[in-house]
């Protein structure tokens, strides 16, 4: 079997028998939708889809970190290092399994941000959910670049989204947030956002996958 | 096959192991020995990848350098920690099935009981390892670090938290793998009546 593959559904078990990181995180993305949706007024915020990436950013670092750190606590870490796979497999399989995580978490925040703000993108939800399945792509990335590096460090937990989010936002979630708000408002930046975001995606994760191979 | 020659490796201002030698042959077992904090783990840790070294002359484990060839190491090296990581969340089966996919090796529900039955752990497979005993942890533990066949074991203090019965099981795997040439390095604060040689680790150094 692929070492990727084995490491994604070890995650999977590892999650699903606890749901530790999935229902936690989602009850956060609620907490911060729901704040969020009664504590600001003005109209045009509240029509674009910022609000919704924020929530996933910020829950979907959280959960990663939690994972990370969870493997770091318990040791766990350990056999992965010491398996005789090379670093970009244990990157890649690690990046694929908080991905997958990543997705539901979305799907979550999605159906939780629909209830609350009604459906801002009308004919294009579709188009919109697959947007934010890209997005997730990059999030995951960089979330399991820094949270390799920053875990291992004193206050690791919180130093993962310190260094993850300057990094995403003028990256990933800016091309995102173009994308998704296009979908609203029917502008023509939608092609030229995605690619982008395609491109932000396919250099994290390659770029991830390098460095973690040549820090070995 | 162990050989390590003027070895070096410190944390921070904290030199732990100065100038070190070892020579580790085939089908020998040796035992470290030394007061906490003398650099037992650390040496066990530096040889099996996990720690890098500052320097060294020569560092190599069948004859592969334990820098220049990590992958060729990890798959050589059978590894038991003080306190053997484990997922609570899976069986013990599914631990060791984890262990065995990841280094692509058989897998097999078959032969992974088998395993488990080389260390008593038979009928507890299907128990979640959250529900383990430590002494049934430190089985489980030295199960994965003995099942994909190496060539060379490093053990961090074996026998913590096993009875009696453990004891025994876990040395007579040790004898049986001594017999099929593996070499083994393993610390311990206790006597250990079957191993050829016994070294102290003291002041960085072996003696």
């Known amino acids: 079997m692929n070492p990727i593959f084995v490491l994604l559904k070890k995650e999977f078990k590892v999650e699903f028998r606890s749901l530790q990181g999935i229902v936690s995180s989602a009850m956060l993305a609620f907490m911060i939708l729901m704040s969020l949706r009664f504590s600001i007024v003005e109209d045009s915020i509240l029509q674009s889809s910022g609000l919704l990436w924020a929530s996933i950013l910020l829950t979907g670092l959280g959960l990663i970190t939690h994972i990370s750190t969870r493997e770091l606590e318990r040791g766990t870490i350990e056999i992965m290092k010491l398996s005789s796979i090379s670093r970009y497999q244990l990157f890649l399989g690690r990046m694929c399994g908080y991905l997958c995580l990543l997705w539901i978490l979305s799907t979550v925040i999605v159906l939780i941000h629909y209830i609350l703000f009604d459906n801002l993108f009308t004919n294009n939800f579709v188009l919109a959910y697959l947007v934010i399945l890209v997005g997730c792509i990059g999030i995951a990335a960089v979330g399991t670049l820094a949270a390799n590096s920053t875990t291992p460090m004193y206050g690791g937990w919180m130093l993962t989204s310190l260094f993850s989010i300057p990094l995403l936002l003028f990256t990933v979630i800016e091309a995102a947030i173009r994308c998704t708000d296009s979908l609203i408002t029917g502008s023509s930046d939608f092609e030229l956002a995605l690619m982008l975001l395609i491109l932000y995606n396919a250099v994290f994760v390659s770029g991830g996958a390098w460095l973690t191979e040549i820090s070995d | ?207």
């Open chain 2, 1 to 207: 096959m162990i050989k390590l020659h003027s070895f070096f490796k410190s944390f921070g201002s904290k030199k732990v192991l100065r100038s070190l030698d070892l020579i580790l042959d085939s089908g020998e077992i040796i035992v470290l020995k030394g007061t906490n904090g003398s650099g037992k783990t650390t040496l066990l840790r530096s040889i099996c990848t996990l720690d890098k070294p500052d320097d060294y002359d020569v560092a190599a484990l069948d004859g592969y350098d334990i820098l220049s060839f990590p992958e060729e190491i990890r798959s050589r090296v059978g590894y038991l920690s003080h306190n053997p990581p484990f997922y609570p969340e899976l069986t013990g089966l599914e631990n060791l099935q984890f262990w065995l996919s990841l280094n692509s090796l058989n897998s097999s529900e078959s032969s992974v009981r088998e395993i488990l039955a080389k260390v008593g752990l038979v009928l507890f497979s299907d128990d979640l390892a959250g529900h383990y005993s430590r002494g049934m942890i430190q089985r489980l533990g030295f199960a994965m670090s003995i099942s994909h066949s190496p060539t060379t074991l490093l053990l961090d203090e074996p026998f913590t938290g096993l009875d009696d019965a453990g004891c025994k099981i876990i040395e007579n795997q040790l004898l049986k793998m001594k017999e099929a040439g593996c070499s083994i390095l393993l610390s311990s604060h206790d006597p250990i009546s079957f191993s050829d040689k016994t070294l102290t680790l003291e002041n960085g150094a072996l003696s």
